[in-house]
């Protein structure tokens, strides 16, 4: 049933797919971002108590979404890697965390910069906030940890560890509003049922998650193709690809 | 459209500073992991180029040195 993937535990031909892929999540990333953010910043009303600052939602929530997504994304790799012995998972783990590690820093500095004009302060350690701030550090471990090893094996079944340890840390950030009396304002739009967000201002916000979401799709194709590369500098195939001018890849 | 004109969208109602920080360094950021890539193919061309010349070079060198040994 699952053959159709074991190719891709072949990095030829996981470079391929990701070539393959790249435009797809570009073009769509950089139409829903540039749609999403002008209705966002210039169309949506503003709201009632926090004016026009609460439009660095559009960028804050899809930045902490990913950051979260894409952690996750990195223990499903790391687990499926260590089952099956699989090192192109490895290089998606190494592919992600940088990618990652920006969504968190986005999340992080677009919250300092909404809670200085409505909190009074850049930073508090507040659940929420501290919480995010581990999984910052979590991502820069595991790629601090990736780059310690000479041998990417074993450096892959480091950060594939690393990354599955780190997971506790999600229901911490996302049940933090809950478990404790803090600052950060409650969920807005994971309330399915019943979304305290008007919908000219969720309809935005949801283009821009979906575009934060496509972009870093992009990314870690691209990540991964690179990570692929520079592993594989001494196959024949990476050398003729390298060395060829038309590579299918600016 | 929210904003009654164009230097009330820049104002954002007294927060301009807050939120154009904020989208300017989102996607500055982002832009930036994209020319980090192109960066590394780039020197990653230059290191297989450079393997490869290198190559070249001893293989012709091997060349001269056995024609040598062949003519004396």
Request: proline fraction near 3%.
């Amino acid at each position: 049933m699952w053959k159709w993937l074991h190719p891709y535990a072949k990095t030829e031909e996981t470079y391929a797919l990701c070539g393959r892929l790249y435009p797809w999540f570009l073009w769509p990333a950089i139409a829903l971002l540039a749609v999403g953010t002008v209705w966002g910043l210039a169309f949506a009303p503003a709201d009632y108590q926090q004016g026009d600052s609460f439009r660095i939602i559009y960028i804050h929530v899809p930045g902490a979404m990913l950051s979260m997504g894409l952690y996750a994304g990195m223990a499903i790799l790391g687990f499926i890697g260590l089952v099956w012995q699989i090192r192109t998972c490895y290089m998606g783990i190494a592919a992600i965390a940088p990618v990652g590690a920006m969504m968190t820093f986005i999340a992080l500095f677009t919250g300092a910069v909404w809670g200085k004009p409505m909190w009074g302060t850049w930073w508090v350690w507040d659940a929420r906030l501290t919480s995010e701030l581990i999984l910052l550090f979590l991502y820069l471990g595991v790629i601090a940890l990736y780059g310690a090893f000479d041998d990417k094996i074993q450096a892959g079944k480091a950060v594939a560890v690393m990354s599955l340890v780190g997971v506790i840390n999600l229901p911490i950030i996302h049940y933090s509003v809950y478990w404790w009396n803090t600052l950060h304002q409650g969920a807005t739009i994971s309330k399915f049922d019943n979304p305290s967000i008007s919908s000219d201002m969720l309809w935005p916000l949801l283009l821009n998650i979906l575009g934060f979401g496509l972009v870093a799709g992009a990314l870690a194709c691209r990540r991964l193709q690179n990570e692929i590369l520079t592993r594989e500098m001494r196959r024949p195939w990476a050398q003729t690809l390298l060395l060829s001018n038309e590579t299918g890849a600016k | 459209m929210h904003f009654d004109s164009f230097a009330a969208f820049i104002d954002m109602g007294g927060y301009g500073f807050y939120v154009w920080t904020s989208f300017i360094v989102t996607f500055v950021g982002i832009y930036t992991l994209f020319i980090e890539q192109k960066w590394r193919k780039k020197q990653l061309k230059l290191a297989v180029v450079k393997e490869n010349d290198r190559i070249q070079r001893i293989k012709k060198a091997k060349e001269k040195a056995s024609q040598a040994n062949s003519d004396e």
